[in-house]
């Protein structure tokens, strides 16, 4: 037998269509990252405006003019009010004018991300300078000295999707991309989940206690953590019971290749293109890096939306994961003592 033909024997349709299928994910990985990330800038930045009535309008139309609309410039009453919306994550900074001097206050959040209160700071001093003003910037969330760029909690989400699909996979190579049936499924997600609960609290203790990068209760990143990695491997073992060994590929597609680079992490919601920035917060690593900020340095707030995504795909992996199983034809009768 010739070379050519051991090649022809040993690349089969199957190896054909897996291996085109890897160079997809690889020049999806490229386009997606290079795509979201090679061109940051400010779009649309809730924006806040302290000012007396009459100055505070003009503000405002001066900011919506700004090229590029890098703001989304609205009024509130007082600095009282700029600092709550500030921590509740409704607006991502403030411009406190005070008409008896000429020297206004800039509130910023680096917290959230330093890249972005830089970005402010910086559009700020621009436009103030224009006005013969000068700029005080107060950062009302700032974040750790040990969290450079405001990284560390998207890092620490990333770990914890890394976690979720892997040991989902690690399942399906070792007994079967589907469960055999109901039971078996069911073993699956108690794995799962178990999985999660010690992958939460490593991650938290790490970053936390160990580390000392993110500040925050580390209860609640364990909480986070744990569905963080169970809506993530829940949602891999779905897309292998639906559609076998290739819902590994689909799981990174979701996750690593759409999901990361849009979750806000090395930059700013506000700062990625319109694409990214509108599905990053409804897949797990967007969901999860919001969370973790709100945990760290906002005081817990505006976690609803966020644990929402995350519990949906929990949910809808764990119960596409158990259908699949239970409407599964009955196969030759296992005697694996503990497949799984």
Known sequence: MTFLDEVKNAVT????????GV?????????????????????????AVVAPEQAA?????QLEGLPGDPLDPRTVADEATARRQIMNRDIDGALIVDPASDTDTLLVASGGGTVLSSALTALTNKMEASRQRNVR?????????????????????????????????????????????????VIRLGVMALYSIAGGI????????VLGALPGSVPALWGLGALVVFAVGALTLALQALTGIVGIGLAVLLVVIA????????????????????????????????????????????????FLVLAAWAVAGSAVTLAMAVLRRPAAPDTRPFGV
């Open 202 to 209: 490593g991650g938290a203790v790490i970053v936390g206690p």
């Open 57 to 61: 309008g003009r503000l405002v139309q």
């Open 259 to 306: 999901g990361n680079p849009s979750a806000g992490g090395a930059f700013p919601l506000p700062m990625l293109p319109p694409f990214w920035a509108a599905i990053g917060p409804a897949l797990p690593p967007g969901a999860g890096t919001w969370a973790a900020r709100s945990i760290a340095y906002f005081e817990g707030n505006a976690l609803l939306g966020p």
């Open 13 to 20: 349709p199957r190896a054909a269509l897996l291996v085109i």
């Open 137 to 185: 910037t107060v950062d009302v969330a700032p974040a750790s000295p040990q969290d450079f760029d405001g990284l560390s909690a998207f890092y620490l989400v990333v770990g914890w999707c890394v976690g979720g699909y892997l040991c989902a996979s690690i399942l399906a190579i070792s007994a079967g991309a589907r469960p055999a049936n109901g039971q078996r499924a």
């Open 23 to 47: 160079l997809a994910l690889q020049l999806l990985f490229i386009t997606s990252y290079v795509g979201a990330l090679h061109h940051p800038k400010p779009r649309d930045v809730p924006f």
